[in-house]
């Protein structure tokens, strides 16, 4: 089945970085756009970016934008988020996310979720 | 303020039905597909509705989805302790040209 598993998470300070990772399993990774989706504390879910199938199409929300680079290797089946500029508005819980749906460029809906990764950002 | 607007609660007793309401724009539902989303206490969301009515494998049809124009809304028939849970709606914004949420609706079952 399925199966996504984030990793990398951790207590920074304001300005620090932070990279999250997201090996994924049990589906042909290589050929669907992936997610990164946070949740502040007690918030609702907030999108943070996607990443087409192939790497060539990346969207960012405007809140992490020039801050945060999503990729992903397709030969290890691995999502990443690098993180910079840390602040402490970006503590949360970060799930990464996938697609059903083959060869999109900015995905059709959030299909499958991870458990997900707490960042937390404090001095 | 979230680009998409859901009421903050809803509630029904058991075997009633519950509908969750979901209000856009042009942009984003008037543009594209709406997707529904349960998040159980503690747990990771969860595709419940896509492409604005579509159920994944092994959802029930309690679950039911529609949309017309901007607004799109979630259905909960034979209300069930177990549908407790907050839910939230999502559609691409193509002015915004990245993926918007709704603020999440609370289902309380009485």
């Known amino acids: 089945q399925v199966q996504l598993v984030e990793s990398g998470g951790g207590v920074v300070q304001p300005g620090e970085s932070l990279r999250l990772s997201c090996p994924a399993s049990?589906?042909?990774?290589?050929?669907?756009?992936m997610h990164w989706v946070r949740q502040a504390p007690g918030k609702g879910l907030e999108w943070v970016a996607v990443?087409?199938?192939?790497?060539?199409?990346?969207f960012y929300a405007e809140s992490v934008k020039g801050r945060f680079t999503i990729s992903r290797d397709n030969s290890k089946n691995t999502l990443y988020l690098e993180m910079s500029s840390l602040r402490d508005e970006d503590t949360a819980v970060y799930y990464c996310a996938g697609d059903q749906v083959e060869k999109t460029i900015r995905g059709d809906a959030f299909d499958f979720w991870g458990q997900g990764t707490v960042v937390i950002v404090s001095a | 303020q979230s680009v998409l607007t859901q009421p903050p609660s809803a509630s029904g007793t058991p075997g009633q039905r519950v509908t969750i309401s979901c209000s856009g724009s042009?942009?984003?539902?008037?543009?594209?597909?709406v997707s529904w989303y349960q998040q159980l206490p503690r747990a990771a969301p969860k595709l419940i509705i896509y492409r604005n009515y579509q159920r994944p494998s092994g959802v029930p049809d309690r679950f039911s989805g529609s949309k017309s124009g901007t607004s799109a809304s979630l259905a909960i028939s034979g209300l069930r302790s177990e549908d407790e849970a907050d839910y939230y709606c999502a559609a691409w914004d193509d002015s915004l040209r990245g993926w918007v949420f709704g603020g999440g609706t609370r289902v309380t079952v009485l």
């Open positions: 042009s942009s984003n539902i008037g543009f594209d597909y």
């Open positions: 990443i087409s199938y192939d790497g060539t199409y990346k």
């Open positions: 049990g589906f042909t990774f290589s050929t669907h756009s």
